[in-house]
């Protein structure tokens, strides 16, 4: 695959204010979540600019590698690429990804050609045991629209949804819905769909739905992915 040729490519900074430990992100996460818009339904689903992001690392080395993919919402043409290759941004920690991961995908986003519009992360957005996944933390950080589609559901349990494309359950943190287990593709399993910033969860699940019209996981995801290997395993061989 050549797309790391055609991309342009930004390296990602940490900033020094950036938490080291586990107590300093948690007051972050804390800090952030309060700034989380959810009241706005966002931008209807198939209509203008949308873009996937989604990273890959190498933790032997401390290098992760993020790409941003935009696409138009209406053809699923891919309209600009964008890499940012840096050092891990943090240890891992349950919950807690998204800080090692916001610098590599701020840095992918700011490099994109035109403007991003919503924006789909590999991950969760509310849908996440502090309520606050990476769709959260890029939205809030940003100001753009973000939902999460995730492979799996993390902590959550989710009955499984009927067998029909469109078909859903939630996902129940107590009460409260923060996600859905949606069928993409008829018998194939579900992805996990969580609103993240300034997007209703019915449009959350609509965009899943306009971006798979062939396959499991939306079409940004699939770029993203392909794009962010490419530009790790370029990285590491430099």
Not at 50 to 56: E, I, L, M, N, S
Not at 104 to 125: E, N
Not at 145 to 165: D, E, Q, W
Request: charged share 20%; with cysteine; glycine share 10%.
């Amino acid at each position: 695959m050549n797309d790391i040729q055609t991309v342009t490519a930004a390296t990602a900074r940490v900033p020094e204010d950036w938490p080291t430990t586990e107590a300093a992100a948690l007051a972050v996460q804390d800090e952030l979540r309060e700034r989380l818009v959810l009241d706005e339904p966002g931008p209807a689903p198939g209509t203008g600019p949308v873009t996937g992001v989604d990273v890959a690392y190498d933790d032997a080395r401390g290098v992760v590698a993020a790409a941003a993919v935009t696409l138009d919402a209406a053809t699923l043409a891919v309209t600009g690429r964008a890499v940012a290759v840096g050092p891990v941004a943090f240890p891992y920690v349950p919950g807690l990804l998204a800080f090692r991961e916001v610098p590599a995908v701020l840095a992918a986003l700011r490099a994109l050609p035109g403007p991003p519009g919503l924006v789909v992360c590999d991950g969760y957005g509310l849908a996440h045991p502090r309520r606050f996944g990476l769709a959260c933390h890029v939205g809030v950080l940003t100001g753009l629209a973000t939902v999460g589609v995730a492979k799996n559901p993390f902590v959550f349990a989710a009955s499984p949804p009927g067998p029909a494309r469109g078909d859903h359950t939630p996902l129940l943190l107590g009460e409260e819905e923060v996600g859905r287990a949606l069928r993409t593709r008829e018998t194939v399993k579900p992805v996990f769909v969580s609103a993240g910033h300034r997007v209703s969860l019915e449009n959350a699940c609509g965009h899943a739905l306009a971006l798979t019209p062939r396959y499991r996981l939306p079409e940004t995801t699939r770029h993203a992915d392909a794009l962010c290997r490419a530009a790790l395993k370029e990285a590491l061989a430099g």
